[in-house]
C-alpha cells in the first residue's frame, strides 16, 4: 500500500542552522512527491513537487529537496534556516487510486526555530 | 497566484444541528475540490473527491449521508456536516485543482481551514 513516512515528529533548530527534514515513501511506480508547509492561520503552501527530471528540486523560500529512489526518500533541505520557517511540513506522495487521484500525506514535523 | 478561500474560519455549534462550509477558489476556476479532515497534530486524511458537476467520491469509512459535499459550480464546493456530534470536532481544508482528472504533477491549492467545534 502506497505510504509516506516523516520519521521526526518535532525538530528544533537555530536560526541560521541548516536544515534537513526527512521523507521516505512507499509507492509501487515512479512517485509524484510533493513537500508542503502548513503555518498557523494559513492554508497549506506547496513548497516544491517531483514528478520527473532532476533529482534536486528547487523551491521556494530557499527550500529545496532530492529524489533518491534508491532509498524511497525525498528530503527537504535548506542551507539556513529563519525564524519565520517555523510551522508544520507535510510530505506527501501522489497515488492513483482508480479514477481518482489524490495525495497521501505524511504525519507531518513541527519545526520550531531558536533565536 | 492561486487563491482558495474558506468560510467561516471557525464554528461553534450545538449537537444535532447542521453546519455548512464553504470553500471558494478566488482566481481561477476549480474543477477538482478536495475536502480533508485534520486532528490536532496529525495530518490530513482525505474525505472526499468533487469533480464539477457530479457526485462526489468519499474516502472508505467516511459517511457520505453526514458529510454532504457540493460542487455545484467552477468556483464553489460546500461541505455540510449533518447532525454534527462533539466527536465531528475538527480542522476541516479544502483544496482545489484547477485541471479536472489531470495529472497528478498538478499543484492543490489549500483553503486556510474551518475549525468546527460543536457543543
Known amino acids: 500500500a502506497q505510504s509516506v513516512t516523516q520519521p521526526d515528529i518535532h525538530i528544533t533548530v537555530s536560526e541560521g542552522a541548516s536544515l534537513e527534514l526527512r521523507c521516505n515513501y512507499s509507492y509501487g511506480a515512479t512517485p509524484y512527491l510533493f513537500w508542503y508547509v502548513q503555518s498557523p492561520g494559513q492554508g497549506l503552501q506547496l513548497l516544491l513537487k517531483y514528478f520527473s527530471g532532476d533529482t534536486l528540486v528547487q523551491g521556494i523560500k530557499g527550500f529545496e529537496a532530492e529524489f533518491k529512489r534508491s532509498q524511497s526518500s525525498f528530503n527537504l533541505r535548506k542551507p539556513s534556516v529563519h525564524w519565520s520557517d517555523a510551522a508544520e511540513y507535510f510530505c506527501a506522495v501522489g497515488a492513483e487510486a482508480g479514477n481518482n487521484r489524490k495525495l497521501i500525506w505524511g504525519l507531518g514535523t513541527s519545526l520550531a526555530v531558536n533565536p | 497566484g492561486a487563491v482558495v478561500s474558506q468560510h467561516p474560519s471557525w464554528v461553534i455549534c450545538k449537537s444535532g444541528t447542521s453546519v455548512k462550509i464553504e470553500c471558494r477558489s478566488l482566481d481561477f476556476q476549480a474543477t477538482t475540490m478536495f475536502w480533508y479532515r485534520q486532528f490536532p497534530k496529525q495530518s490530513l486524511m482525505l474525505m472526499a473527491t468533487s469533480n464539477e458537476g457530479s457526485k462526489a467520491t468519499y474516502e472508505q469509512g467516511v459517511e457520505k449521508d453526514k458529510f454532504l459535499i457540493n460542487h455545484a459550480s467552477l468556483t464553489l464546493s460546500t461541505l455540510t456536516v449533518t447532525s454534527a456530534h462533539p466527536e465531528d470536532s475538527s480542522f476541516y481544508i479544502c483544496?482545489?485543482?484547477?485541471?479536472?482528472?489531470?495529472?497528478?504533477?498538478?499543484?492543490?491549492?489549500f483553503g486556510p481551514g474551518t475549525r468546527l467545534t460543536v457543543l
Open positions: 483544496s482545489a485543482r484547477d485541471r479536472a482528472g489531470a495529472y497528478l504533477a498538478d499543484t492543490q491549492y
